[in-house]
């Protein structure tokens, strides 16, 4: 109930400051299992486009200075926000992943881990593989793109539902949850040029 109240203030005012278009939408909102969402990172206000763009409950990983606020962090938590250690492995972040995933909830990550400029193959990071594996779950890219000035146009493309890990054989390794965290990466980018085809 917080979290419905919360996103329903949060869209008044984003439709306010913004001109907000989504497309695709539905990928996220006609499923009803666990599921992982994938995008860019260009700014701070990133979760809350993303949170009024969907009709489910984003769970976000947030980095754990964040919660360091005993009132932020305690309104973070209560909208389903967990803190993850960016410098090194969160096992903690993980569990929390996994337990969310299993509730057939919704966890949106930003496979950067901060916010960047522009597509970078070095940013890729395997830990959403591995998350999406122990979960078997798919996973949905998306691109956010426009200025976040008053007004700006501000466009979500949702892509297709992918389970990057039906083409491998055995064990998983290591390298693997590398090269598909740099596919992950690629899919999200690629939908700049598949917004700008449709304009």
Known sequence: ???????????????????LEVCNADRINNTKEGLIVCG??????????LAVSTKRQIHYMGKKELFNNK???????????????????????IKSSLAVLKSNEVLGIFPEGKRVDGYDENNAKPGIALIANKANSNIIPFYIKGPYKF?????????????????????????????????????????????????
């Open 40 to 49: 860019n990172h260009g700014s701070l206000i990133d979760p809350v486009i």
């Open 151 to 199: 007004r700006g146009k501000i466009k979500v493309y949702f892509g297709e539902e992918t389970n990057y890990l039906e083409n491998i054989e055995g064990r998983v390794k290591s390298e693997d949850y590398h090269e598909i965290g740099k596919q992950i990466l690629r899919d999200i980018y690629s939908l700049e040029s598949e917004q700008d085809n449709e304009n």
């Open 71 to 93: 009132i932020i962090g305690f309104i973070f938590k209560k909208l389903g926000a967990f803190p993850v250690d960016r410098d090194g492995v969160s096992m903690s972040a």
């Open 1 to 19: 109930m917080f979290y419905k109240i919360v996103v329903a203030i949060l869209k008044v005012l984003v439709f306010i400051v913004f001109d």
